[in-house]
């Protein structure tokens, strides 16, 4: 088989995973309490990681951490904005707030 071909497989693969996934949410997780407050405030936390070429990597953390890490990364056309814009649009800050801990790579 060719390359191509191989590639749609498998994209067709994912996507059909993706679409049959179980995004359904319970009754209970519904209501407002369930939600993240949105006054609640978060540390920021800036890590700058040396690296064996001496050059550095810089990590930006929200710990909230009652539920295990998530890590972050951005697509190579975009930086670490696309998930934490502002305080009323940033995934970071709402994983955050929902008990997650979270690492971006800026």
């Known amino acids: ?3 191509i071909l191989i590639r749609r497989i498998l994209a067709i693969i994912i996507i059909s995973i993706f679409l ?14 369930n939600l993240p407050s949105v006054k609640e405030e978060l540390q920021k936390e800036i890590y700058i990681v040396p690296t064996k070429d001496h050059s550095s990597i810089t ?5 909230n951490s009652r539920r295990p890490s998530i890590m972050l990364i951005h697509g190579m056309g975009c930086n670490h904005k696309i998930f934490d814009y502002d305080e ?3 995934l970071a800050q709402f994983l955050a707030k929902d008990g997650w801990d979270v690492w971006m790579l800026p």
């Open 1 to 3: 088989m060719s390359y």
């Open 88 to 90: 009323n649009h940033s």
């Open 59 to 63: 990590l930006t953390r929200y710990n």
């Open 20 to 33: 049959s996934a179980n995004f359904a949410v319970s009754k209970d997780l519904q209501t407002s309490e």
